[in-house]
Structures are given as structure tokens and as C-alpha cells.
């Protein structure tokens, strides 16, 4: 059982290491994480999967690049994109307009789009799936029970262990108390312990008889025929 519960601490505290790496690490250096929620990239970057994108400089764009941005409000969608660019015109003084399409949809998008900032988000990187995780995160229940039950296994493990470790401390003081007694100093709870025993029933013996006052005289008496007794 002992087993078993580190194995299972061990993985929960391996998984939110690796989540929360995977949330901050990106962000320390640079890189924007979306959340891919349908399945126009699938193929590249299926439903669920978070993508990491770096910014560059705009006019570096080319035909190819996968970037993530706001669809123009003609074109009826919400939210943030994340389609490859299919094709880039030159509009001269007006800049460039740009046309994407998902790499699992037949056609390109419907609608025509320029970039108005300096700097463009382009995928970098992907992770499959992950975004199951995160979006997970969003829920309250979920996030309690993610964040907290580490910690909740992380007290109970080092309470078990401190509780161990007093009662190792406890036996090993006793041990070298007994160690430094004399054994005369046994001797008296020895002796106690004798007088409590109980006392053997001594068995009597039975009375001798009582010595004859007078033996019989060894003379032997016989009978005279005159009725009287006289020595033989």
C-alpha cells in the first residue's frame, strides 16, 4: 500500500510539474499559447492541441506560415484563427492582403484580411492534445481537485513520515535508557518480585505414636497348679 502511494504521488506530482512547465516555461520566453478548438488543422494540429507562437516581424510573412489572428468582422467568425496563409497580395500603397486556408478544409477561407500591427503571431511549435488539460483548468471543480489533491497527498506523506520517524526516535531513547541502567539497579524490582510469589502450602506430618510407659518383663510366667504364681 505504502508502494502503491508514493508510485500514485509520484505521477501526480510528475503531471502538474510537467503542466505547469508547460504553462510558464513557454511564456518566460517569448511564446503566446492558443488552444486549438476545431478541426481545421487537423492533420497538423488536431482538435485539443495547444500551439506556441512567436512573433515576427510582419513584413517577414510568407506563403506557408501558419499564424493565429482576428478575423475581419465581415467574414461572421469569433474568436482567434489559426490557418495557414494560402496566399499574400501586394496592394502597393495599401499593403498586403492576405488569404488563408486549414490545412483538413477543401477550400481556402471566404474572406480577405490585412495585418494593421508591426509584429505577427506564427506557430512555432505544437503539442498534441495538451489543450485538454488547460481547458480542463478552466472549470473550478476540476482546478481544485488538480492543484489541491498534490498537496493533500504531498502533507499526508510527510505527517506519515514525521509520525514514523518520532516513534523510531522514541524506541531508540528508550532503548539507550535501559542500556545505561546497572544491573544492580534490577536487582530490587528482582527481589519484589520474588516476595510476590505466592508462598508453598507446607505439607504436615503426620504425629508419631506415644512410647509405651512400661515393656513387658522378659520373665516368662507360668501357672502352678496351686492356683498361684511363682518364678520358673
Same mark, same amino acid.
Given at each position: 500500500?505504502?508502494?502503491?502511494?508514493? &508510485?500514485?504521488?509520484? =505521477?501526480? &506530482?510528475?503531471?502538474?510539474?510537467?503542466?505547469?512547465?508547460?504553462?510558464?516555461?513557454? &511564456?518566460?520566453?517569448?511564446?503566446?499559447?492558443?488552444?486549438?478548438t476545431?478541426?481545421s488543422?487537423?492533420? @497538423?494540429? +488536431?482538435?485539443?492541441?495547444? =500551439?506556441?507562437?512567436?512573433? *515576427?516581424?510582419?513584413? +517577414?510573412?510568407?506563403?506557408? +506560415? =501558419?499564424? @493565429?489572428?482576428?478575423?475581419?468582422?465581415?467574414?461572421?467568425?469569433?474568436?482567434?484563427?489559426?490557418?495557414?496563409?494560402?496566399?499574400?497580395? $501586394?496592394?502597393?500603397?495599401?499593403?498586403?492582403?492576405?488569404?488563408?486556408?486549414?490545412?483538413? $478544409?477543401?477550400?481556402?477561407?471566404?474572406?480577405?484580411?490585412?495585418? +494593421?500591427?508591426?509584429?505577427? #503571431?506564427t =506557430?512555432?511549435?505544437?503539442?498534441?492534445?495538451?489543450?485538454?488539460?488547460?481547458?480542463?483548468?478552466?472549470?473550478?471543480?476540476?482546478?481544485?481537485?488538480?492543484?489541491?489533491?498534490? #498537496?493533500l497527498?504531498?502533507?499526508?506523506?510527510?505527517?506519515?513520515?514525521?509520525?514514523?520517524?518520532?516513534?523510531?526516535?522514541?524506541?531508540a531513547? $528508550?532503548? #539507550?535508557?535501559?542500556?545505561?541502567?546497572?544491573?544492580?539497579?534490577?536487582?530490587p524490582?528482582?527481589? *519484589?518480585?520474588?516476595?510476590?510469589?505466592?508462598?508453598?502450602? &507446607?505439607?504436615?506430618?503426620?504425629?508419631?505414636?506415644?512410647?509405651?510407659?512400661?515393656?513387658?518383663?522378659?520373665?516368662?510366667? #507360668?501357672?502352678?497348679?496351686?492356683?498361684?504364681?511363682?518364678?520358673?
Open positions: 500500500m505504502r508502494v502503491v502511494r508514493k &508510485v500514485l504521488s509520484g =505521477v501526480i &506530482v510528475a503531471a502538474g510539474l510537467c503542466l505547469a512547465a508547460t504553462m510558464l516555461l513557454p &511564456v518566460a520566453f517569448g511564446y503566446q499559447r492558443y488552444v486549438i476545431s478541426g488543422m487537423t492533420g @497538423t494540429y +488536431d482538435q485539443g492541441s495547444i =500551439v506556441f507562437d512567436k512573433t *515576427v516581424p510582419t513584413s +517577414d510573412l510568407e506563403v506557408g +506560415d =501558419v499564424i @493565429t489572428y482576428s478575423p475581419p468582422p465581415s467574414s461572421g467568425e469569433t474568436g482567434l484563427i489559426t490557418h495557414r496563409i494560402y496566399s499574400i497580395k $501586394n496592394h502597393g500603397k495599401d499593403g498586403f492582403s492576405y488569404r488563408t486556408k486549414g490545412d483538413a $478544409n477543401p477550400t481556402p477561407d471566404p474572406w480577405r484580411f490585412q495585418l +494593421d500591427q508591426p509584429t505577427q #503571431a =506557430v512555432a511549435f505544437a503539442i498534441p492534445y495538451l489543450g485538454y488539460g488547460i481547458a480542463a483548468l478552466s472549470v473550478l471543480p476540476i482546478r481544485m481537485i488538480i492543484i489541491g489533491l498534490p #498537496a497527498l504531498i502533507a499526508i506523506a510527510l505527517i506519515a513520515r514525521m509520525w514514523r520517524e518520532a516513534g523510531e526516535e522514541a524506541r531513547r $528508550n532503548a #539507550a535508557i535501559l542500556a545505561r541502567q546497572p544491573a544492580a539497579a534490577q536487582q524490582l528482582q527481589r *519484589v518480585q520474588a516476595q510476590q510469589q505466592p508462598v508453598q502450602p &507446607v505439607p504436615v506430618q503426620p504425629a508419631q505414636q506415644p512410647v509405651m510407659a512400661a515393656a513387658q518383663s522378659p520373665q516368662t510366667l #507360668a501357672p502352678s497348679s496351686q492356683g498361684g504364681a511363682v518364678p520358673s
